[in-house]
T-cell receptor
Framework: GDSVTQMEGPVTLSEEAFLTINCTYT??????LFWYVQYPGEGLQLLLK?????DKGSNKGFEATYRKETTSFHLEKGSVQVSDSAVYFC???????????FGPGTSLSVIP | SQTIHQWPATLVQPVGSPLSLECTVE??????LYWYRQAAGRGLQLLFY??????ISSEVPQNLSASRPQDRQFILSSKKLLLSDSGFYLC??????????FGPGTRLLVL
């Protein structure tokens, strides 16, 4: 079945370091891909999304490109801040079913 | 704009007691509704989802049940809580292949 795989972490980075969180997916057809972020004690919120191959989603300095040839949607940020400390979830959704498939989440901790 | 409410925010319940968590959505009609659970340090586990009033799909056999008595109301229940029911419960709404919008969550501690 369809699935999402991502590095589980925890990932610890110093402030201003470069961030990459890998996400790969297995799915038939043409899913939409998402990154959600969960700050401590809160619900998830959408960070960015891409709906077709080669689309780049971007928000708050984060970027991810939908690569169909490698079935990947890696999250990147050039310079992380302490306020980026959170759990990041990669996810996919398709028109053929009503639910979203989430990866296991990657915990990021940014230290000053 | 759409808003999603969950209550209570925090709940401490003894083992064997009943549970009722409520989720309501404003600003949208006929949304898909979802209940997730997140155990400490773990990922999201989809518990139930609903595509319409009275339509409930269960993802994992367990001690919980869900109901959707109105279009924008989704309730998670249990007749007798277990220790393993402790966790962070998240309600969400969405449409097919689009963004899901999450509520603020309910933190449940079963003692």
């Amino acid at each position: 079945g369809d699935s999402v795989t991502q590095m589980e972490g925890p990932v610890t980075l110093s402030e201003e370091a470069f961030l990459t969180i890998n996400c790969t997916y297995t799915a038939t057809g043409y899913p939409s891909l998402f990154w959600y972020v969960q700050y401590p004690g809160e619900g998830l919120q959408l960070l960015l999304k891409a709906t077709k191959a080669d689309d780049k989603g971007s928000n708050k300095g984060f970027e991810a490109t939908y690569r169909k040839e490698t079935t990947s949607f890696h999250l990147e940020k050039g310079s992380v801040q302490v306020s980026d400390s959170a759990v990041y979830f990669c996810a996919l959704a398709k028109t053929s079913y009503d639910k979203v498939i989430f990866g296991p989440g990657t915990s990021l901790s940014v230290i000053p | 704009s759409q808003t999603i409410h969950q209550w209570p925010a925090t709940l401490v319940q003894p083992v064997g007691s009943p549970l009722s968590l409520e989720c309501t959505v404003e600003g949208t009609s006929n949304p898909n509704l979802y209940w997730y659970r997140q155990a400490a340090g773990r990922g999201l586990q989809l518990l139930f989802y609903s595509v319409g009033i009275g339509q409930i799909s269960s993802e994992v056999p367990q001690n919980l049940s869900a109901s959707r008595p109105q279009d924008r109301q989704f309730i998670l229940s249990s007749k007798k809580l277990l220790l393993s029911d402790s966790g962070f419960y998240l309600c969400a709404w969405g449409v097919v292949q689009e963004t899901q919008y999450f509520g603020p969550g309910t933190r449940l501690l079963v003692l």
